[in-house]
Nanobody, 117 residues
Framework: VQLVESGGGLVQPGGSLRLSCAAS????????MSWYRQAPGKERELVAA????????NYADSVKGRFTISRDNAKNTVYLQMNSLKSEDTAVYYC???????????WGQGTQVTVSS
């Protein structure tokens, strides 16, 4: 099982980034996918989640209206489009897969997002 995040980097406030998480080794369409983030000295928090079929999403209040989660089950990939980035969005962003029919859950290695001028 692998979850490989990409797309992180340094961006100025107000800018945009698109994170990708490529999955392999499990039946992607059977899993709810989420993005979490962890800033230095803080607990990991849920940013956004999407249902297995992509028809339902939810977001942390802090990112509503700025971030969009999506998935492509044909490509086994989940995305996080991040717009209007703020310094407080700086964190390591992690991809998570949670099984619908068991307690299996998988994590990616994380990708750093830094919002700074």
């Amino acid at each position: 099982v692998q979850l490989v995040e990409s797309g992180g980097g340094l961006v100025q406030p107000g800018g945009s980034l698109r994170l990708s998480c490529a999955a392999s080794g499990f039946t992607f369409s059977w899993y709810r996918m989420s993005w979490y983030r962890q800033a230095p000295g803080k607990e990991r928090e849920l940013v956004a989640a999407i249902s297995s079929g992509g028809g339902s999403t939810n977001y942390a209040d802090s990112v509503k209206g700025r971030f969009t989660i999506s998935r492509d089950n044909a490509k086994n990939t989940v995305y996080l489009q991040m717009n209007s980035l703020k310094s407080e969005d700086t964190a390591v962003y992690y991809c998570n897969a949670a099984a619908l029919y068991s307690s299996d859950t998988y994590w990616g290695q994380g990708t750093q997002v830094t919002v700074s001028s």
